[in-house]
């Protein structure tokens, strides 16, 4: 089957993904590009570009010096700027042409870093690849390089959020919601990665004793703390209904330390009365939600290529407008951004849910608190 798109857009990039969770961090992203990806991502994929500052560029990659391979004056522009900007921390994210000239970024993070006595790192996007894979990556980054190996945990109902980024869940205040959702069920939240708090805040994720990955995006940084601190993890969303279960397997994982996808469990099978298309945690966690409440069996597909361990039986990752159009002909009730009811049966009923990561901000005033759906 074809996977290409000829009526709906497509995700995200990868490359958006990096600046995305990157953003508020306090260091300097560099896109090795002639200049494309960074009006692409300014003008549809970032809410904050208009109100917050951050230190995101793009190199202006020409034609010789792509013919060439002239990272010389690459890296030139990165330092002067480094050195007026001072940035905590340089992230460097390729594009396809680079990508295509084999562009040693490893290598040149190791020499910007060298030169500047500034922690610089790559992450190895092409833009081929959805925004999960690129911010995914990029917060690994951070986990493994930024946070305080010393740290320990004191308070045993404390956790991290994992994966928060505006793609995915809107503007700032629903975010704020979510950890309120969180903070009144008793759990103290240590950081948030990465909306709403600075590099200092996410370097005492080894304080909390869980880690809560409300979206596939925190599923890298969650294995590198794992490992760093031994920090058992949750995935699942709290949304509706389903927070007061969440919680439940929260504290359980306290105390058995075992990884769990908390959505997962008790979801019903059989013939789908209502379908969601999206990312894989919050429309599982949503798709639990409305299963607590109607006692009807709910279909999750998922465009997004990250979905091994993060969908139940009666899910389906999808690969394409073609697949995805063939299994929405029999789908009753769907439930979706608004961008995909073209590709939807005519006498299906259509609810929109916009994603950012999909959309842009074409339908962010219509933007639905994540957390208080369902209610």
């Not at 950890?179 to 708090?197: F, H, I, N, P």
């Not at 590099?199 to 990955?213: H, K, P």
């Not at 073609?322 to 995909?340: G, H, Q, W």
Request: aromatic share 8%.
């Amino acid at each position: 089957m074809r996977q290409s798109y000829r009526i709906i857009p497509i995700y995200t990039a990868d490359v958006s993904g990096v600046c995305s969770a990157l953003y508020e961090l306090g260091g300097m992203t560099v896109m090795h590009d002639p200049s494309g990806c960074n009006s692409t991502y300014n003008t549809h994929d970032e809410i904050r570009w208009y109100n917050q500052d951050s230190l995101i560029y793009i190199s202006g990659l020409n034609e010789i010096d792509a013919i060439m391979g002239n990272d010389e004056k690459f890296i030139r522009d990165i330092e002067d700027a480094a050195r007026a900007l001072k940035p905590k921390f340089i992230a460097l994210a390729g594009s396809p042409i680079p990508f295509m000239n084999g562009t040693d970024f490893p290598a040149l993070a190791e020499l910007l870093e060298e030169d500047m006595n500034i922690p610089a790192f790559s992450v190895p996007t092409n833009g081929m690849h959805d925004y999960v894979y690129g911010a995914g990556i990029a917060l690994a980054e951070i986990a493994e390089r930024f946070t305080n190996p010393e740290s320990r945990c004191t308070n045993p109902r404390s956790l991290n959020l994992l994966g928060v980024t505006p793609l995915d869940f809107g503007p700032l205040s629903h975010v704020q919601a979510m950890k309120r959702s969180l903070e009144q069920a008793g759990w103290e939240v240590v950081s948030t990665w990465a909306m709403g708090d600075d590099l200092d805040a996410l370097s005492r994720a080894g304080e909390a004793a869980v880690n809560l990955l409300v979206s596939s995006v925190g599923l890298r940084s969650a294995e590198v703390l794992k490992r760093k601190f031994g920090t058992p993890y949750v995935v699942g969303a709290p949304v509706g209904k389903f927070t007061e279960k969440l919680v439940n397997i929260l504290e359980q994982t306290v105390e058995n330390r075992e990884n769990t996808v908390a959505y997962l469990s008790d979801r019903f099978t059989g013939e789908a009365e209502i379908t969601l298309i999206g990312e894989p945690v919050t429309m599982g966690s949503l798709a639990a939600a409305i299963e607590m409440q109607t006692k009807r069996p709910v279909q999750v597909l998922c465009p997004l290529r990250e979905t091994e361990g993060l969908l139940s039986l009666n899910d389906a990752a999808v690969r394409g407008e073609e697949e995805l159009e063939m299994r929405l002909k029999s789908a009753k009730n769907i439930v979706a951004d608004p961008l995909y009811r073209p590709i939807c049966p005519p006498e299906s009923r259509f609810y929109e849910l916009p994603h950012i990561a999909f959309s842009g901000r074409i339908y962010l005033k219509k933007l639905p608190v994540f957390a208080e759906l369902c209610r």
